[in-house]
Nanobody, 127 residues
Framework: QVQLVESGGGLVQAGGSLRVSCAAS????????MGWFRQAPGKEREFVGA????????QYVDSVKGRFTISRDNAKNTVYLQMNSLKPEDTAVYYC????????????????????WGQGTQVTVSS
């Protein structure tokens, strides 16, 4: 079992930056590939990006490439989503998710392919 807790969301003006964190606890948390998703009101949960267990590989959805960066510190069992040049359309609840590398070694983009989820943190970008 892995428990995930997001933090760091909030209200920011368009063009600003925000970093959200995902703290993992539980068995072998460092051996999980991690994903970030977001869900705006009335919309489906959307893939934002993912990072592999070592931090050596990342993927992003096209709409955030060049603006968002995912990193991880396995010594702290924490994954970060650094968001720069934020836009009002980035407003959503942001979720981190974990999948064991024994299930999928490659990075995944579909929510159902993740095993564990955090409770989410609200990010609101004002225009």
């Amino acid at each position: 079992q892995v428990q995930l807790v997001e933090s760091g969301g909030g209200l920011v003006q368009a063009g600003g930056s925000l970093r959200v964190s995902c703290a993992a606890s539980g068995r072998s948390a460092g051996s999980y590939n991690m994903g970030w998703f977001r869900q705006a009101p009335g919309k489906e949960r959307e893939f934002v990006g993912a990072i592999n267990w070592s931090g050596g590989s990342t993927q992003y959805v096209d709409s955030v490439k060049g603006r968002f960066t995912i990193s991880r510190d396995n010594a702290k069992n924490t994954v970060y989503l650094q968001m720069n040049s934020l836009k009002p359309e980035d407003t959503a609840v942001y979720y981190c998710a974990a999948v064991n590398t024994g299930r999928y070694l490659s990075l995944r983009r579909v929510p159902s392919e993740y095993d564990y989820w955090g409770q989410g943190t609200q990010v609101t970008v004002s225009s």
